[in-house]
């Protein structure tokens, strides 16, 4: 039963330099979604996705790609890393409108990323 | 557009003693509302939701919810908090399903403490 999976949970990053994160769900959700976390502002949404094969931009997309070339994975990509990103970054899942959404998100435990 | 605002940072409480953790929130339409908790190194979990049903929710673990229009808000309560109840808790305000993506705005948190 795993769930909502991330990898990797914590990485160190200096500037400039790039990475990816990547989310794995196995309840066959439709939707997935990357958050960032930031103490005091509670969780901005990055990007998002309906379905396989296409994604959205969220509140603070900047600085951040996706991709969802299957439909269990949602990858979150950073080409140039900023001290700014600096953050905790946590994936979540959930069914869409037309498969029992009800509004519950399922989350990973969360990927840890410090930009130096 | 919709706005979730949590009036404490921190709350501390004693063992058995009840908990209130307030959130406010505006909506332009018929909101639901949600309550999520999120213990150290651990990714979000559902704790109640409001849907339009019952104004007073029941949740996991004892929490409790009224949703209150004409106030505005969906405080958060536990009768008798229990050690394992220290987490930070954020209140979730979602409007009409969008048709692309779940609209979720959330507070900043926060922090139950809970002394011994």
């Known amino acids: 039963n795993a769930g909502v999976t991330q990898t990797p949970k914590f990485r160190v990053l200096k500037t400039g330099q790039s990475m990816t994160l990547l989310c794995a769900q196995d309840m066959n959700h439709e939707y997935m979604y990357w958050y960032r976390q930031d103490p005091g502002m509670g969780l901005r949404l990055i990007h998002y996705s309906v379905g396989e094969g296409t994604t959205a931009k969220g509140e603070v997309p900047d600085g951040y790609n996706v991709s969802r070339l299957k439909k269990q994975n949602f990858l979150l990509g950073l080409e140039s890393a900023a001290p700014s990103q600096t953050s905790v970054y946590f994936c979540?899942?959930?069914?869409?409108?037309?498969?029992?959404?009800?509004?519950?998100?399922?989350f990973g435990e969360g990927s840890r990323l410090t930009v130096l | 557009a919709q706005s979730v605002t949590q009036l404490d940072s921190h709350v501390s409480v004693s063992e058995g003693t009840p908990v209130l953790l307030r959130c406010n929130y505006s909506s332009s339409y018929s909101p639901s509302l949600f309550w999520y908790v999120q213990h150290p190194n651990k990714g979000l979990q559902l704790l109640l939701k409001y849907t339009s049903a019952a104004t007073l929710v029941k949740g996991i673990n004892g929490f409790e919810a009224e949703f209150k229009k004409s106030e505005t808000s969906f405080h958060l309560t536990k009768p008798s908090a229990h050690m394992s109840d220290a987490a930070e808790y954020f209140c979730?305000?979602?409007?009409?399903?969008?048709?692309?993506?779940?609209?979720?705005?959330f507070g900043a948190g926060t922090i139950l403490r809970v002394k011994s």
């Open positions: 979730v305000v979602s409007d009409l399903f969008m048709e692309y993506g779940n609209k979720l705005v």
């Open positions: 979540a899942s959930s069914y869409s409108s037309t498969s029992g959404y009800t509004g519950e998100l399922f």
